[in-house]
């Protein structure tokens, strides 16, 4: 893969995650609540309404250092860290949400193609010289 095909992918990635991060705490108590509504109400209502709120900022807050890493130290740890955080947060929602891979927009359904483009960028760095 050339080194323009390799940024491209790259930065591609870190647009997801920082706008991710950006658009998660910008609907903190909007569209970011409401993808959380499949959470037993005890823990919302009850012994933990703080969940949710926690739940959401240590997302955003996982999305803006991958961005950020992905950005300034981009490298074989960075992708894996990528690809096991898109794991985790992918089995999460599925968790609370298993009709989210049906969902017209892709929220979980995206998350393949950028497991692949990880992938990819995983297998680069394994074939050639590391990229700056």
């Known amino acids: 893969m050339s080194l323009a095909q390799h940024k491209l992918l790259r930065h591609s990635l870190v647009a997801i995650w920082l706008t ?13 609540r409401e993808l959380l509504a499949g959470l037993p109400s005890a823990w919302t209502e009850g012994r933990a309404p ?6 959401i900022l240590a997302g955003a807050a996982a999305d803006a250092a991958l961005g950020l890493w992905l950005a300034f130290r981009p490298g074989r740890s960075a992708y894996w860290a990528a690809l096991l955080l898109m794991a985790a947060m992918t089995l999460l929602a599925t968790l609370i949400h298993p009709a989210w891979w049906l ?30």
């Open 50 to 55: 703080w969940l949710p709120t926690a739940i």
């Open 20 to 32: 991710t991060a950006l658009v998660s705490v910008w609907e903190l108590h909007g569209q970011s």
């Open 103 to 132: 969902h017209p927009f892709g929220p979980l359904t995206k998350n393949l193609p950028i497991a692949a483009i990880l992938w990819v960028l995983l297998q680069d760095t394994t074939t050639s010289p590391p990229h700056p």
